[in-house]
């Protein structure tokens, strides 16, 4: 099979390329090593659409970021993902650290702010924002366009898009090779299977840098960059309502304390550089101890946020490029090649940009310029989310399809017949996490303890499986084995 | 589509506190047909139906039974009944107006208007999330009783090596019940320096096939990226914090959970009702009545017990409370009851002072206590003095207020049980 291009890694910069691409008369693969969409930095994210205030000015990161936050709320709006325009506030603690907080704004504004997006506020005003922000709060920097958008159902919903519109989905396509060959890249999976296509664009996170290592020995220095979160009952909130930054000092950018779409507070991320080894950039594991500190700190800014309200920790990687920027450019000696390299932080908040920037490169490496698709649709079909629904619109979708009527999650409120949406989507669910990510249905305070079963029991039923073939999250997380005696 | 009925009572949940308490709401006098249970599951019995070992219904019963055994007497029971049962039907909201929502596939949406509600959701398991395990999240970390419901219902082995975390009742059943089916169980991890279970389950479910129980241990870390490939488990100081040096890695493929079970209130919180901090179950008086007029509370959703047979006990009565609040009765001031020196909690935590009858406080202990005395106070009367030679805080206890005594008590005063040097 030739594609035209090659898109590598389903997170949400690969899914918006995709999504992008799907606009024209191209043959587009979405290749993904894991078993679903938004596996890797995606699904460990902060969520956060920063305004772009913090990046260094004239830098590519911030020149994307300021663009992707305005483009944000519409791509989210026309995909159906959750977002918010809830605003981001940086907490100064000390008249010294106002001083900061003077430099972040003068900085925002040579990023290309306006000044309706960005204001230095004082106490009074804070509190009144955020009733339960610490005493010693002195003032912030408010930015009232940051956002805060659903990482890992934003890449879901492009990815939905683009396979509506003709892109095809290989899941479990770990790309072990990489030749170029007779106008044609080689692209083999460890599995065994070969597709060809006459463009790549490497955006597989982490491993953007090792592939095209790999593929002619350009050397890119990026570190797998660990932070971990603890996420809390949505019942806390809302303890904040923005997103709550501390003024960045020599010791570092301080702890977050903020809301994701569906109102889990979460604290974090800690920052703790691994080895650029295979170990590094696999391992997510939470260290021992490391959310002690997490939450001390956090209790600096929001001195009620308590580990009580933990329902759950977890850690993601960030590919941090030394040279800390974004690097979007071709491979040095193959213009085919587009590699995405350091797509850490704010590149979600980039993401919508950077896919844009993306779509450009290819159609400017092509000879003849695609003509685009004349029913190009910019959306997918609407997830139900039954839990936000009002009593009407609950009757009504129940007298469509009583599916709608069985609630599997408990914590989460999430029905059967969303579930059976989720797995029969466009590159919809095929195991116990991707069912969550697309639903929640084990995303609340029993963490899957009640849901857990049911849901495999869809899974097997819709996807003709025994249930103990069905999985975590693909590769070897069997949940259960064989038969009992 | 938006179906309204009306209904007297309506019980919340169908498990052993659910229909005990419409059963005995029918025997106090409210119209069987005036009373309905909404159950989440496929069939009455809750947890029961899993719990497929023996040792339920000693006290209620005078015999041994396993858990759908003791389930099927009351489901019998209920099937003898006009009392109304919707199975699958999951409750989505209750009103101040005691006003029920619910949702099944048959029925879709259910709007219910009661005149009195009986909560018996039970309770739920606490899950990782809630700790501070560090390490990385793979397939095979499970709570105890998801579990014990694969291997008892669904007929699949969860695991082969098994660690288990925490001394809870269903960790220690659990661990008997994996190595009946096979599998091998490495060791118990307590972080606390004594069991939360029962004595005669440590007993009959570790001790009787050489399972290590390791108390003041925890799991440290969780090892492996698919599957689960071994824990770390580490001894713990009187804080509870990891004591460096002692950490042991030990191989294993599940890490079952039984750290502690959370009453589900969820419903609870809807309406406001006063909540206990310590049980994490509504405020009741003796009736088991929440601090919302009409809404009872019984079972696991009230407080966790230890014995299926107390919740029995305790639902009897919140049916009975809500039979009198259906037939008019009303109630007018009441004494607090607490606990100290040493007690955590007592339950009900108040009483009315019109009560005609004797009142069974339950109440337990924070750590274990080896021959003191439990001593009730009210005011500067002491109500009760009796030695104990064991007190644990995996035992529930309980005490026996004479309705005699009450009837002396004013609303100013408060019963107070504490633990005394004997």
């Given at each position: 099979m030739v594609y035209d291009i090659a898109v590598i890694g389903a997170g949400v910069v690969g899914t918006q390329i995709a999504r992008n691409l799907s606009k024209y008369d191209l043959k587009v693969a979405l290749l993904e090593k894991e078993s679903d969409i938004a596996s890797g930095t995606t699904k460990a994210n902060s969520g956060i659409v920063h305004a772009g205030f913090d990046c260094q000015t004239g830098t590519r990161m911030a020149e994307l970021n300021v663009k992707g936050c305005r483009m944000m709320e519409e791509v989210a709006t026309t995909l159906h993902v959750p977002y918010e325009k809830n605003g981001s506030l940086v907490v100064a603690f000390s008249e010294e650290e106002m001083a900061t907080i003077q430099d972040l704004y003068m900085r925002g504004i040579a990023n290309g702010l306006t000044k309706d997006e960005l204001k230095i506020i004082e106490r009074e005003e804070l509190v009144e924002m955020e009733p339960n922000i610490a005493d010693e709060a002195y003032g912030a920097l408010y930015a009232p366009t940051a956002g805060i958008v659903s990482p890992y159902e934003l890449a879901i919903a492009a990815a939905e898009c683009a396979i509506g519109n003709g892109v095809e989905f290989l899941r479990k396509f770990n790309v072990g090779g990489i030749v170029y060959e007779d106008g044609n890249f080689i692209l083999g999976a460890k599995d065994g299977r070969v597709i060809r296509a006459k463009i790549i664009v490497n955006s597989a996170g982490i491993f953007a840098s090792y592939l095209l290592e790999n593929f002619n020995g350009e050397k890119f220095k990026v570190i797998p960059r660990k932070g971990e979160y603890g996420l809390l009952d949505r019942s806390v909130y809302p303890l904040v309502t923005h997103t709550i930054f501390q003024c960045p000092t020599e010791m570092g950018k301080g702890i977050l304390v903020a809301p994701t779409t569906h109102h889990n507070i979460f604290v974090g991320p800690t920052s703790l550089d691994q080895n650029d080894n295979m170990e590094g950039k696999h391992d997510v594991s939470v260290r021992d101890g490391a959310l002690r500190t997490t939450y001390a700190e956090a209790q600096k800014s929001v001195p009620s946020v308590s580990p009580r309200d933990q329902i759950t920790s977890f850690a993601g990687l960030r590919a941090h490029w030394i040279e800390h920027d974004f690097y979007i450019a071709p491979a040095k000696t193959n213009k085919y090649m587009i590699n995405l390299i350091g797509i850490e932080s704010p590149g979600l908040a980039a993401s919508p940009a950077i896919a844009e920037c993306v779509e450009n490169m290819v159609l400017d490496t092509l000879d003849t310029k695609p003509a685009k698709k004349a029913e190009w649709n910019p959306s997918r079909k609407a997830p139900v989310f039954f839990r936000t629904m009002s009593p009407e619109e609950r009757a009504e979708l129940i007298a469509k399809?009583?599916?709608?009527?069985?609630?599997?999650?408990?914590c989460e409120t999430v029905t059967e017949g969303e579930i059976r949406d989720a797995i029969r989507a466009p590159g919809g669910a095929i195991d116990l996490d991707g069912v969550k990510r697309r639903t929640r249905a084990g995303m609340g305070r029993c963490q899957g303890g009640f849901c857990g079963s049911k849901v495999m029991e869809i899974l097997a039923e819709e996807l003709d499986q025994p249930i103990n073939e069905i999985t975590k999250f693909g590769r070897h997380s069997d949940i259960i084995y064989e038969r009992t005696k | 589509m938006n179906e309204i009925l009306n209904y007297d009572l309506v019980v919340i949940g169908g498990g052993p506190a659910g229909m005990a308490a419409a059963l005995s709401a029918k025997d106090n006098g409210v119209p069987e047909e005036n009373i309905i249970v909404l159950e989440r599951d496929v069939r009455l019995g809750g947890i029961l139906e899993q719990c497929i070992h023996t040792g339920f219904g000693l006290t209620y019963f005078g015999e041994e039974l396993s858990g759908p055994e003791y389930a099927d007497r009351f489901v019998k029971l209920m099937d003898e009944t006009k009392i109304a049962v919707k199975l699958n039907t999951m409750v989505l909201n209750i009103t101040k107006e005691n006003q029920v929502i619910a949702t099944n596939k048959e029925d879709g949406l259910i709007t219910i208007n009661a005149k009195a509600i009986i909560l018996a959701m039970g309770c739920r398991e606490r899950p990782r999330g809630a700790l501070d395990i560090a390490g990385t999240r793979p397939a095979g970390v499970m709570s105890a009783g998801q579990a014990q419901k694969f291997v008892n219902i669904d007929g699949y082995m969860p695991g082969h090596e098994c660690v288990i975390l925490g001394s809870g009742d269903i960790g220690l059943i659990m661990a008997r019940r994996m190595t009946l089916e096979g599998a091998k169980v490495k060791v118990v991890c307590e972080v606390m320096p004594y069991s939360g279970g029962l004595q005669r389950n440590i007993v009959q479910c570790l001790d009787d096939f050489d399972i290590p129980l390791r108390l003041s241990c925890t799991v440290i870390k969780i090892h492996g990226l698919d599957r689960v490939e071994g824990v770390t488990i580490a001894n713990v100081d009187d804080k509870m914090l990891p004591i460096p040096g002692t950490e042991e890695y030990i191989p294993c493929d599940t890490v079952l959970l039984s750290v502690g079970l959370i009453p589900e209130n969820e419903l609870s919180k809807q309406i406001d009702l006063d909540m206990d901090m310590v049980t994490r179950g509504p405020k009741v008086d003796e009736m088991r009545e929440t601090s919302q007029p009409g809404v009872f509370a019984c079972g696991n959703v009230l407080q966790v017990h230890d014995l299926v047979d107390f919740v029995t006990q305790e639902s009897q009565i919140a049916g009975k409370g809500a039979a009198q609040y259906i037939s008019g009765l009303r109630h007018g001031d009441v004494i607090k009851t607490r606990g100290q020196n040493g007690v955590r909690?007592?339950?009900?935590q108040s009483i009315n002072l019109d009560e005609q009858e004797d009142v069974k406080i339950y109440f337990r202990v924070g750590s274990v206590y080896h021959d003191k005395r439990v001593v009730v106070t009210c005011g500067d009367k002491v109500l009760l003095n009796r030695k104990k030679i064991k007190l644990a805080p995996g035992e529930m206890e309980n005490v026996i207020i004479k309705a005699k005594d009450i009837a002396e008590m004013t609303k100013d005063q408060e019963i107070v049980i504490s633990i005394e040097e004997a």
């Open positions: 399809d009583p599916a709608y009527s069985r609630i599997v999650c408990r | 909690y007592t339950v009900p």
